[in-house]
């Protein structure tokens, strides 16, 4: 009731949220009562979450913040959300975000645009920035995200809180709107570093209904890892990351956060990735080549947006995608569809894949000398809304760091490092596939 109350207040002035699910929360929290009257009481036991609106709920709409889902109401729950019931949490509402998680701002969303917390004239990040966004103003006590090319800590970075991304298959992708299969992993954005290591036991875990979804045999509990002593681990960073385009404020928060490491007893190591300058480029690629595919479900026909005015069934699917869908959802798709077509496949798509294993062997290389990789989060701290809107380009800058992690499959968080101009700045560490545990220890003892 008290973040109820809280929603209330704050919502008019953040934005953060598609719905309140008041109702619901209560119910949920009731059971969570009954349990705990019974002693069943775990750590996320009537803990409050807010999901981003990407990942199913049964009974509950689930927009992707896109005009196309508008009034859809999922018939099954997320195997995330299934899971975090389960676990006794309370969902208290769902998050805006760009529309289909195309974004980095939040301002692709048909619905409203998120304020970030910290300065209402700016913007939370994205795509997950309702979610960031809603943690930071304590409207809930943590979210989740889905992180396809940095939205879940680019916008943890920007709204100065913790986020992760896990290795790609760690987390069950099913219930999850899919954007680009090969990429998209659902994550936590929370208060600190302990809370994540919580909500990452409660996701993490194979699922029979998601085949990329990995069988680790003994499941680790995160919350061992959380230990103050690093001594001896060794931190790589890599001078790619302080190439041009990164703010001079950014720069030095880093700086001093690598001082942080070395005081607590870790090595410092120099590392090199050197096709980095590539990753955004094939991102574009492969991201927007699978969401092509991805949304070309939504036809008119067996749900979402329907036209109303047509001549005949091709133009039946020509007018629902067109009033459907927004300005960047078409982008990507024509981006994608271009690069997929015959003749320029080659040229396009299977160079970009080639360069997706450069550089995952580029990560490969720089782990035989460090355990983690640190940097910056985002090249920039929150920019004002509506700077960057007519230029998609600058806009997709905003990921520079955090996508090469996403073609890699590795596991990625978010941890604040300070401030610069005043806003929140987030460092950037990074592991090997599924070494969630030394990514939480390393932001453990930093934090
Ligand atoms: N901002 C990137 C994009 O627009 C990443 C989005 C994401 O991770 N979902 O594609």
Redesign the pocket.
Known sequence: KAFLHRIKTVEPYIDALICTTEDYALKQAEDADKKIAQGIINDLTGIPVIIKDNMCTEGVKTTCASKMLENFVPPYNATVVEKLAEAGSVMVGKANM?EF????STENSAFKITKNPWDLERVPG???GGSAASVAADETAYALG???????R?PASLCGVVGMKPTYGLVSRYGLVA??SS??QIGPLTKDVQDCAIVLNAIAGHDPKDSTSVDKRRKADYKEFLKEDIKGMRIGYAKEFFSHGLDEGIKEAIKSSMKIFKNLGAEIVEVSLPHLEYALAA??IV?SAEASSNLARYDGIRYGHAASNYDDLIDMYMVSRSEGFGR?VKR?IMIGTYALSSGYYDAYYNKALKVRTLIRKDYEKAFEKCDLIAGPTSPTVAFKIGERVEDPLT??L??VY??PV?IAGLPGMSVPCGLSKGMPVGLHLVSRPFDEGVLLNGAYAFE
């Open positions: 760009d998680a195309m974004g980095s994205g795509s997950s889905s992180d396809t090319g940095g939205s879940i680019q954007f680009a990429l998209d991102y574009y991201a960047e990507r806009m997709y905003a990921d955090t996508v996403n």
